[in-house]
T-cell receptor, first 114, second 114 residues
Framework: DTAVSQTPKYLVTQMGNDKSIKCEQNLGHDTMYWYKQDSKKFLKIMFSYNNKELIINETVPNRFSPKSPDKAHLNLHINSLELGDSAVYFC?????????????FGPGTRLTVT | AQKVTQAQTEISVVEKEDVTLDCVYETRDTTYYLFWYKQPPSGELVFLIRRNSFDEQNEISGRYSWNFQKSTSSFNFTITASQVVDSAVYFCALDSGSGSRLTFGEGTQLTVNP
């Protein structure tokens, strides 16, 4: 069984569109995250949710809106897509927001904005 | 502020050679955690190890070993007798516990040639 899953795996869309990426974890974890990996492979945290509450928002444009309907899901909605949004987006989860617990990553979603 | 530096952008070795990946970190926190992740060509992020700041004991796991030295703020990773399957991007990361957020280094692309 996949621990952290993301859909879709690939997403190609045009500038100005709105798109969503879904993430689900079946590990029973309380904390979930979104990371962005740019074309140079640099990984940076975007958001973190603990028990469905936002705890980290790393100066991400407000075109990005995470939504956590329950502890097992953290979706990422992106409005008015721009070329610079092209990247691989990783979802992750951990048992708790204490760094004592390692983060488990999903397979990534490669977003290409044309 | 936290920072992780992986000065080696790319390393290329021949199979069976030993290789060390360097990681230097900066943090003002006294409690923190250090991590290594592997990203193979398939793209997923694989957790390798976590170390807390109070445990400077080196660790060995099969062909992998880690050398944590607080005096030099380094957490280096050595692969002994490298294999082609070790080819991947390796990321060092830091979490200082002020709300779990991994700060990643830039990554080191390791290529092991047959």
């Amino acid at each position: 069984d996949t621990a952290v899953s993301q859909t879709p795996k690939y997403l190609v869309t045009q500038m100005g569109n709105d798109k969503s990426i879904k993430c689900e974890q079946n590990l029973g974890h309380d904390t979930m995250y979104w990371y962005k990996q740019d074309s140079k492979k640099f990984l940076k945290i975007m958001f973190s949710y603990n028990n469905k509450e936002l705890i980290i928002n790393e100066t991400v444009p407000n075109r990005f809106s995470p939504k956590s309907p329950d502890k097992a899901h953290l979706n990422l909605h992106i409005n008015s897509l721009e070329l610079g949004d092209s990247a691989v987006y990783f979802c992750a989860s951990s048992q708790d927001w204490d760094p004592l617990y390692e983060q488990y990553f999903g397979p990534g979603t490669r977003l290409t904005v044309t | 502020a936290q920072k992780v530096t992986q000065a080696q952008t790319e390393i290329s070795v021949v199979e069976k050679e030993d290789v060390t990946l360097d990681c230097v970190y900066e943090t003002r926190d006294t409690t923190y955690y250090l991590f290594w992740y592997k990203q193979p060509p398939s793209g997923e992020l694989v957790f390798l190890i976590r170390r807390n700041s109070f445990d400077e004991q080196n660790e060995i796991s099969g062909r992998y070993s880690w050398n944590f030295q607080k005096s030099t703020s380094s957490f280096n990773f050595t692969i002994t007798a490298s294999q082609v399957v070790d080819s991947a991007v390796y990321f060092c990361a830091l979490d200082s516990g002020s709300g779990s957020r991994l700060t990643f280094g830039e990554g080191t692309q390791l290529t092991v040639n047959p």
